[in-house]
């Protein structure tokens, strides 16, 4: 049977953790490890981690920010395969770890992507937005689109041979290391055709104007970096592709 280390980074997230908490420990596949990286939460998010079993490792100290906190997970991951889940993200049924891992069971595959949607933070039945990885290639790198990142599973040992999140981005460390992995190492990867992880709406880089311009110069520069030829107008017109995210929201 294949181990997972499933890895979740917080901070002061008292009011969303538990049903993160929940959703693993709850998942069918019996071979998890949960790992938490907590970053010195003075709320009482550490009594809350303290309270599930389940969790086999909690570190809870001062960061560098989300993907260094991230890396502090994968250092101490002994699964053979990894994932993240963030503390407003959970498992949407008991078996989704179980399914991700029978697409493990084929060693030529590498990693796997899925779908994920964005349910309302105060009403979690209610879907805002579907993001699907179903027909996604790596050429769409290019275009600033990549595989949601909370439903990407990938060996360990991929992530020893090429490298962690680069801390030295703010804000788009995840695309950057997709382009590394799926792009320029080619991993192979298999899509799982079903939502993989529900996400809570809102994040860091669609807080602001600011926040969403930054992403955009941090993506230019990921695929810049990483030998992808493109430009900011052509990394802007992924928004228009994004309109149909948000149908589930618009038909209500």
């Known amino acids: 049977m294949t181990a997972f ?38 709320d009482d998010t550490c009594k809350i981690i303290d309270a599930f079993p389940h969790v086999a490792k909690r570190l809870s100290e001062p960061d560098q920010g989300l993907y260094d906190a991230m890396n502090k997970g994968i250092a101490m991951a002994t699964g053979d395969v990894i994932g993240i889940l963030n503390s407003d993200d959970f498992y949407p049924n008991t078996g989704i770890v179980a399914k991700v891992a029978k697409e493990f069971d084929d060693p030529a595959v590498d990693a796997t ?4 949607q964005f349910v309302s933070r105060t009403d979690l039945r209610r879907i805002t937005r579907y993001c699907s990885a179903k ?29 962690g999140y680069r801390t030295d981005y703010q804000i ?6 997709l382009v590394r992995f799926l792009h320029n190492a080619r991993l192979h990867y298999r899509y799982v055709p079903e939502t993989v992880v529900f996400m809570r709406s809102g994040g860091a880089s669609n807080a602001s104007i600011g926040k969403r311009l930054l992403l955009n110069r941090e ?34």
């Open 5 to 42: 280390s499933i890895i979740t980074v917080c901070r002061n997230s008292a009011d969303v953790i538990g049903t993160c908490l929940e959703s693993v420990a709850s998942q069918t596949h019996l071979e998890i490890e949960h790992i938490v990286i907590d970053g010195a939460s003075t």
């Open 113 to 116: 992507i899925g779908d994920i």
């Open 135 to 163: 027909g996604w290639s790596v050429d769409k790198f290019k275009d600033g689109i990549m595989p949601p990142h909370p439903a990407f599973f990938v060996r360990r040992r991929h992530y020893e041979r090429l490298g």
């Open 172 to 177: 788009s460390a995840d695309f950057e290391l």
């Open 219 to 252: 993506t230019l520069r990921a695929c810049r970096e990483n030998g992808i030829d493109t430009n900011m107008l052509r990394l802007g017109m992924r928004y228009f592709s994004k309109i149909w995210e948000f149908a589930p929201s618009l038909m209500r």
